[in-house]
Nanobody, 121 residues
C-alpha cells in the first residue's frame, strides 16, 4: 500500500513558477513509477509527467520545456517544477504511483488527493 500526499499548489500569475511535492509512504517508493496528472474543470484527467524507478522521464508535449519532474528517494518525494506557467495550466494536479511509465490514468494504482493550481493572467 502506498499513500500519496501532494502539496505546493496555489495561485500564481502567468509566467510565474510553482513547485509541487508529493510525499509517499511505504518502503517500496523507489520501485514505483511516479507520475503527475492534472484535471481542469469539465475535462478529462490528463498525463503531465512521469519518472520511472530507473530514472526515465517523460513529459506531455503541452508542458515540455516548462515542467520538470524529479524524485528524491531518500525523502520518498517526487516533485514537479513548473515554470512559465500559463492560464491553461490551471487544474487540480494529482500525484500517482504505478508499476510502469504509462500515459493512461487507469494504469496507476495509487493516487493522492490533488492540489489546486490556479494561474491568473
Amino acid at each position: 500500500q502506498v499513500q500519496l500526499v501532494e502539496s505546493g499548489g496555489g495561485l500564481v500569475e502567468a509566467g510565474g513558477s510553482l513547485r509541487l511535492s508529493c510525499a509517499a509512504s511505504g518502503r517500496t517508493f523507489s520501485r514505483y513509477t511516479m507520475a503527475w496528472f492534472r484535471q481542469a474543470p469539465g475535462k478529462e484527467r490528463e498525463f503531465v509527467a512521469a519518472m520511472s524507478s530507473g530514472g526515465i522521464t517523460d513529459v506531455a508535449d503541452s508542458v515540455k520545456g516548462r515542467f520538470t519532474i524529479s524524485r528524491d528517494s531518500a525523502k520518498n518525494t517526487v516533485y514537479l517544477q513548473m515554470n512559465s506557467l500559463k492560464r491553461e495550466d490551471t487544474a487540480v494536479y494529482y500525484c500517482a504511483a504505478g508499476v510502469r511509465l504509462e500515459y493512461y490514468r487507469g494504469e496507476y494504482d495509487y493516487w493522492g488527493q490533488g492540489t489546486q493550481v490556479t494561474v491568473s493572467s
